[in-house]
Structure formats: C-alpha cells, structure tokens
C-alpha cells in the first residue's frame, strides 16, 4: 500500500484487519501479517496532521483492486503529490522483453513527489530550466525535499537476489528524469515476481529462474520503464488546489510538447491524454 | 516505541498524534514525522487480532515516561512475550566504561520472545536441556518462531558508522544465551547515542567522537548487556495465563540457581530479586 | 589504485611492499594494510592473461603522484577500457559549490569501460542511436559486459554515513548518459574526504561535519561530476588497436559536435580538446 | 583461498594463472576471473613484511586439494594463527541434519586468529578467565586486534539469499566462544551450496530450494558447527615460535579437560586428539 507520510500506522493495520475479516490463520493455526505500506509527504498540499486517511479507505482500495489498467496522476497515494515542482501523483509504464522464445513484462509504478524544477529532464531535453519555476509554483520550494516510491513488478521468474538487482536499476531511471534524491528523500525502490507463486515456504520447491546472462533486457527495462513512468506520473496530474489555498499547477502539455519538438523529439501526444482511462 | 506485530500501525501514527498535540512545527514550518516503532509476535498469548492496543495506550506511555529504573518482565511490549518456552517479556542491562579519563553508559533494552527451550544457556550453563520443555508448556511450540528486539543506548560520542558497530555485536549476546534467530526471527537491533544533541542538520557542526581504537570497551560491554538482559527478562518475567487459556510459566527461580550452583556458578539471587521495582 | 580484472593482486601486494620500503611501522609497532585496489576488465585489448602489470610500474606510479590536473584517456588503468563500444577510459571532472560561506570541491575519476552504443546519451542527445555500432567496432560485442569505477572525493567535512551517500549518488550521473549496469557490471563506487586528516583512530576526536540538510549542493555535484567524467573519458580517448588486432574508434569529435548542435545544443570544443594536459 | 594479510594479492593472482595454464576460456571466448581470497594477520608469528608466500605455493595448494578430512591447526593460512591468545589456525566441523527424508551437511572452516583470554569460553565454561593470560604468552598483546574467516559450505539446496542468512549465523557461533569481533576485527563470513550446480548463468534453469521454515535446523547446525570448528582450531594447534623469537602456546589439553571436568562436563579426549590426521 501507498500512502502519505503520517498514515502509514492506519493504512497498516487496516490491512491485517481486513485480511482478519476476509481471511482465515494459515493451516498451522499461525495467523500474523506484516504488511508493506510506504509513504511520500503530501504535507503542502494535504492536511496531514488532520489524520484523514481511515481504515474505510483501505478497505475500499482493497475491495476495488482490479486488473487492467491503472489510474495515474492524482489518485491515491498520489493525489498530494509535488514533482520538480509540477504538479505530480501516480505513474506507471511497462516493457515487454523476448528472451529466449517466452516474452515477459516489467511494470513500474511510481508515486513521484521529488525533484526540483531544474533539474527535471524529459526524453533528454532540459525542459526545467526552460520552464522555470518562479512563473508557476506558490510559494517556491527552497529545495529538493520530497521522495519517490518505485515499485517493479514483472512475471519474469527471478529469485529475490535478481529482484534485488531490478530494484536497484530503479534509481537509474530516477536518473534520467534529472531526480538526484536530494538530502530529504527517503526513496524506496521495491521489486516483485509473480513467478513461483506458492513456493519457498513450508516444503522444497522446484523454482524456475532465469540465467543472469538473460538479465540484461530485464534490467534495461526497469530503467525505460521507470522513467516513462515519472514523466506519466507528471502528464497524467492535473493542477491542483489544497489545504491553506496552495496551488500547485500541472506542466502544461503545450508547451511541453513545443519544447520537446524544438529539441528535435517527436512529440506526439501521449496515449495518457488520447485515451483517457475510464 | 515497542509493540505487538498487529499494532505497530496504531501504535507509530499515534506518537505523531501526540506530537502535534504537544509540539509545534519546525521553524521552517515544515514538520513530519517517521517515528520508529518496532514488534514482536504475542498471538499466543494475546488475542492480537481483537486490536486492543489503542491511541490512549501510546499517550499514557509517552506522558509516564521518565528517567530511572526500568520495569522488566510482563510490561509494555513485553506483557506477551516467551523466550526459550519460558514467560518472556522486557528486560535491561548496562555496563559503565571507563576510556581515558572518561566513564560512559552502554545499556541495552530487549523485548525477548525468541529461543527454543533445549538451547536455552544462561552463564554458559545449559540450563535448557536441564529444565526441559515437556513439563511446563501447553502447548508446545513446535520451533523457534518468535523474535527479539535489541535496542543499544549510550552517552559515548560515536558516530553513526560507530553505533551501527554496537548494534551489530547485539547479535552475540543474543548467541551466548543460546539464541540462533531461526527462520520466523525479524530479530531488530537499533543504536543510538545521547552525544552531540542537536547537530548535524540544519548548519556545519563540530561533533564530538571516539577513536575506533578506543571502542573495544563498548563493544564487549554492548554483549554483555544484552546477554543480561535476556537473562533479567526471564528472570523479571511472572507466569502468565493469556488468552485461550494458554499457560506460560515464568523460568523456576529455585530451580536455576541450583542449576547454576551445580555447574560451578555463583548463583546468589540476581538483585531483580531482591530489589523489585517500585 | 585501479587496475585491469587479472592485475588486482601484484597491484595490490606492491603498494604494501611500497610502504614497507619507503615507511615505518606505527607507533605500536604494529604494521599491516589492507590497500583498496579496483578493477575493470580490459582483455578485448589487452592481453590479460599474459599479466603484464608488474610490481615496478606500481611504484612507478607511487613516485609519480602529483596534484593538479590528472591525464584522461587512454592512460593507467584506463589503457585498454571500452565504453558504449567507443574507445572509453579515465575521465575526471569536478564542481565547487559555496554553503554558507565556504568552497568546497566535489571531484569525480571514472575507469570507464561500460554501456552499449544504442543506450549512449550526451547531455541527454541520444548520440548512441545516431552513431550506431555497425559502422565502427571490431567485433561487434554482443551485450553490456563491462563495468565502471567512480571515485568520489572532496574537502567538505563529511562523516562516513555522509560519503556514503555521495557515492550512491554516483549512480545517477552513470544513469544520464546511458549507462544501466548491465548483468556483468560490477560498477565499484567510492567516496573519500580529505577534511578531518588523522582524527578518529586512537583518541578521541573533535570532527567537522556539514548538516544532513547543507548536503543537496553535494550529492547534485557528484551526479553531475560523474556525468561529466564520463563524457571526458570518451572525448579524451584516443582510438586504438590492442591485442589480436583489435581496434575500438574514439568517438568522432567532429560528428558528435554536429549531432549536438542538430539537438539545439551549444557544442563548442570541450576545454579537454582545446587545452590539452602537457 | 585463505592466506595472511599481506599475501592477498599473489595468492589472488596465482589463481587466475594456475586456472589460466589448466583451462580454457569459457565457450563464449570471453575470459576472466574474479577469485575470492581472504585474510587474516599472522604478523606476530609470521615475517609478514618478508612476503614468503609465492605462486608456487598457491599451485601446490590447488594441484593437492582432495576430498576428505582437512588438516587442522597449523596449516595453510592458519599456520600462525592466534586465537584467545593461544595458539589458532584452522578448524573445522560439521553437522548432519535431517528434513523430511533428506540428510544434508553443514560444515564450517574456521581460520581463527581473534579473540581475548579474558573471553574465552568453551562449552559455556569460562575457562579463559581460569586460564589467565599473563603465565602463557610473551609479549603480552595489548587488546582484541585479530579476526576470524568463517566459510560455511552446505549440500542443501538453497538460494542465493538463504545462503546469506547462513552466513549470518556463523557470527552467533562466534560469540559462543568468547568472540566479540573488536575495533580490528575484519571478521568474514561466507557460505555457499555445492546444490544445483552449473545452474543460473546462461539459459533459464529450474533450481531446487529448502522451504525457508524448513531451514531451522540448517540455521542451528551452522551456529553449532562454528562453535565447534573454533574450538578444534584452538584444540589441534602445537605451540609455535615465529619471527623474533615469539612464543605462542598451545591451549593446554590436560588442564582444559581438568577445567571442564570441574564444572560439569564430560570432558572425553575430543576425536581430534585420538585419531590423528594422517
């Protein structure tokens, strides 16, 4: 689960709760659950000391989960978030790799709330200093403060070590959008396999994985696929008005699209505003 | 702040809730939290699921906290704890240095529910295989699957390089006691210092440390605590009957000492006897 | 020191045998070293199996270390390396940055012998994809095989927990220019400061430190430091032909300046190219 | 391979040579190797600044490495080993253990070269403090400033990941004996699995692996096979005159058998004691 900085305890626990009214103990009679819930601060833009995440929305989320398609921008975790000083919220992208005769598919979901107006880079083109900040943001940030969630998720069979490996080519990706995780961030790059479902626990297990030879697509992927996300992450916010007035506006696609052609992209709109989700 | 596995959620967002009671922001007005709340397992003798750990629980620890003595046994956190198949639950230790002319304060804090009975050893005497399992626990776990918390507190200047070293030698006290940190073990060990308060953020600052030469004394005496303290968790520790009527009985005082006694140690009543806490 | 893959060991074994000539056992007596020697592989060029590198010209390059500008290219360590299949090798770079009011000097060295053609960016241009591989290596290699040391060092008080993290940021700067740390990388970073000399060994010690949040200046120094370095590597090769006739091209100055300029990009002479080193 | 401090890199180097006049590259052409080779100091008994220690010698050690019993005490790398301020070396030991109807070994390879006399402990009896420093040894060393190397091989079928929590564990064995790991301590530890072999690098495999809660008696036989493993170590080294006349005893079989008898235990003539290695 993600969520803001101060209600990581409530999101938490009302993850064991549901999963208390939803579920039984394993068949040992053994019942305990240590969830995973990560946060990004949404404090410019939420009430976060008005503690308003309850357990009801988790529950909701939980209940709501679904294949398909994912919601960007501001949804969820993401709705408070501030990215190189545009608005910035949900992301998500995904790679499809060919190795040997099987396909497999890396997908990245970020909740981006990093990076200072400078720095930010899309495709390779300076457009934070071509877009500056004093024109946009109220009141200016004095620096770089917010974090990014990176989470991997793919069906490749890998074991926990080569996860560990994909996690870490997230920050390469954080790279290449201009973030350089600055003093305040608390950046968490998490990676997961839906391969081997099941395996691993009580008995022996026959795992599949593949050889660290075959790795490179992969790792790769990761890297493309977490920066196509930030910069969906970013296109798919839209301006926003919080607590105490703050008004923190999207990046205007226009002038985006216009920068990116004058530095020689092709840029066509994306799918994200062509075929809005429903 | 330490808990129970199911209540770590309640127990982290009220220390922030607490804190925005009490406190005000940052002079930057910038102000968030990332409290640190660590657990142990107590589904065998808590009903965990009932979630009855509440926000007031967590105000009233923090209101009574206060220099002093520590309570051991079935308190706080430690209220549900086996260790080694005995009533476990909080135990202390410390040990003051003398490096230079200077004395410093190395003490540990455990929250014990860890070690399977056979293995249990206190002053190396193997007094688990001597006080074996069958005729005091009902039921009888079939193997190690708790864990236990270490947490090193000192006034010795070190720096966080430093402390990571402390933390790290908590792992041999946990050994000499005979604890081997089984699979289902998230065994914690955190450090901290009480030196140099207030610096290292905002502004350049000079720190204070010691010579990594001069941290031997710190680094014995970090596994000595720990390994009394386990020993004063049991020793602190009441027999308990919890929910589902499960009947944990504390360690046999009598018994232990004339264990130790046959094995050659000097085995008058520890001083938790004979001075109990207020 | 940085070496080639198979030349670690006499690299190594000769500084201990350097100090033992030229210096004296501590004051205890007492005299061991552990030096830190690293490695990249350069066998596509240099016959590595022939191990080459012996203890003189170790000592050699001991007798001959010097402050100021250090030479890139094709030189030390650096010889034989290959990255983004040009001629790659030791690039260097560095930022001074003002806090409060003091300078202080973050510096970059790469051993750059990593990444693939098509992944190459330059100042976030996609040069790789517009240089493609066919036209100028022999023989194409098959995949990112190869590896990248960073070296970090600076003169702003640090503590170790601090350096730690400039030499995380080292990644970011690998990032921006293509690199993703293929599956045979085994990308080496480290980070040393020269504030403090001599204190913390055998006594207590008073240490400089910036703030935690003074250090944003810094860590976005070291990305663009190693960006640059490695950039510098590839512009101040040289093209060569090693073993088996062997011969990786440098990259063309004058095409990737074209390039550039096509990408809206100011493209005059790097200073490497217009004030070489003597 | 194991060697002394100063003889890391010839030994490292010898390696890839041996290997390069026994083998061929691999099928793809592409050759390299990165041997793992580690050390512990032996500079009080050893003329460690005379580096005796030649390619030769590692050859010999490669061509006549066998199955079976490994020789004990002063041998190999542990040849002036000190250990508690008695005589160390290398030890070993191992453990059957049984999960479902399988039988896998752990064994442990200990170079012992740590410790205090003050800490040592064997089978829980203090007989460091009984044994006291000041009759036995000249001169008499100041504090802990050794380290000990701990290898754990294993024909259990575990990944990569579980291996490491093996590894870990070989610390807890340590502490058994008195072990504290001191500011000079470089301790090393590091298991691995002759289970699935060949598998992993080239071609997707399909990998055999424990269920993580069967790998409690793994766990426990590692701490176990350590402890004992020091103790042989300590048990099988003969008294050594080294370099500047230095003496190091022996532990004294005859008074650490009387010592154990005196508090409890059985204390037969270890196996390592009536059957000599041939």
Redesign the interface.
């Known amino acids: 689960m993600l969520t803001n900085?101060?209600?990581?305890?409530?999101?938490?626990?009302?993850v064991?709760?549901w999963r208390?009214r939803k579920g039984k103990p394993d068949p040992?009679g053994?019942?305990?659950?240590?969830p995973v819930?990560a946060e990004t601060?949404d404090?410019d833009l939420n009430d976060?000391?008005g503690?308003h995440v309850l357990p009801r929305h988790v529950y909701g989320a939980l209940e709501r989960a679904h294949g398909g398609p994912i919601a960007e921008g501001n949804v969820g975790g993401g709705t408070g978030m501030i990215c190189h000083d545009f608005k910035g919220g949900t992301g998500t992208s995904s790679r499809v790799v060919t190795?040997?005769t099987?396909s497999f598919t890396i997908a990245a979901l970020v909740q981006a709330n990093h990076g200072v107006r400078e720095?930010l880079?899309i495709?390779?083109?300076?457009v934070g200093k071509l877009m500056p900040l004093s024109a946009t943001a109220t009141p200016a940030p004095?620096?770089?403060?917010g974090s990014i969630i990176i989470v991997i998720a793919t069906d490749a069979?890998l074991?926990?070590?080569q996860l560990e490996?994909l996690a870490?080519?997230a920050?390469?990706?954080?790279?290449?959008t201009g973030?350089?995780?600055?003093?305040?961030s608390?950046d968490l790059f998490v990676a997961f396999s839906t391969a081997n479902p099941g395996?691993?626990?009580?008995?022996?297990?026959?795992?599949?994985?593949?050889?660290?030879?075959?790795?490179?697509p992969l790792?790769?992927a990761t890297?493309q696929a977490v920066e196509e996300s930030i910069v969906n992450a970013l296109i798919a916010a839209e301006t926003m008005t919080g607590v105490n007035d703050t008004r923190v506006p999207a990046i205007d696609h226009q002038e985006l699209q216009r920068i990116l052609r004058?530095?020689?992209r092709n840029a066509s709109p994306p799918a994200a505003l062509t075929q809005p989700l429903p």
Do not use: C
């Open positions: 900085t101060h209600s990581v305890g409530v999101v938490r626990d009302a064991i709760a208390v040992t053994y019942f305990w659950s240590l819930v601060y404090g976060i000391n503690f190795i040997g099987e720095e880079r495709s390779g083109v300076p004095p620096k770089e403060q069979p074991l926990p070590m490996r870490r080519r920050a390469l990706g954080l790279a290449r973030g350089y995780s600055g003093n305040g608390g395996t691993g626990q009580a008995a022996p297990a026959t795992v599949r994985m593949l050889g660290n030879e075959q790795l490179d790792l790769l890297v004058e530095y020689g």
